[in-house]
């Protein structure tokens, strides 16, 4: 079901595939996968039995490597699929924060693309901000 022309499913993608489609649904089933307690617990299990079978082979080297390779693998590519989901979540949020800036007669709409500015851009309207909330009363409290 649609609204507005957007899409409405759990992760707001279209029903057209781009050239990097695949990799876009793989980031966000794996990172869907990894955030559940049973991926967790499966985690802990291996290093449970890793660390179980260390008498079984006298503790070897061999036996040290297989956990730190297996372990070093899986952090590499986490890395660049966790980065790939987050960075669409961010243009996501950023997406929505500048839809509800734009609607808003009252704010000024130079901040709904603040995160394009410098860091001494921001670091500016960050005071402004600042000043413009202490101008401003604070809401009445309720009688």
């Given amino acids: 079901m649609m609204r507005s022309g957007l899409p409405v499913n759990a992760y707001g993608a279209s029903p057209e595939n781009g050239r990097q489609g695949w990799f876009r649904r793989l980031a966000i089933k794996t990172a869907e996968i990894c955030g ?16 179980v079978t260390g008498p079984m082979f ?14 070093t693998i899986v952090t590499f590519l986490m890395v660049f ?7 669409r979540d961010t243009t996501a949020i950023q997406l929505k924060l500048d ?23 921001l670091e500016a309207l960050k005071e402004q901000i600042k000043l413009r909330k202490n101008r401003e009363p604070d809401d009445p409290e309720p009688a």
């Fill in 81 to 87: 699929l966790i980065q790939a989901t987050q960075n």
């Fill in 36 to 51: 559940k307690p049973v991926t967790f617990a499966a985690a802990v299990l291996v290093v449970a039995v890793w660390g």
């Fill in 58 to 71: 006298h503790f070897s080297d061999t036996w040290q490597l297989v956990i730190n390779t297996g372990t």
């Fill in 99 to 121: 839809e509800l800036i734009i609607a808003t007669k009252t704010a000024r709409d130079r901040i709904a693309a603040a995160e394009d500015l410098s860091d001494e851009e």
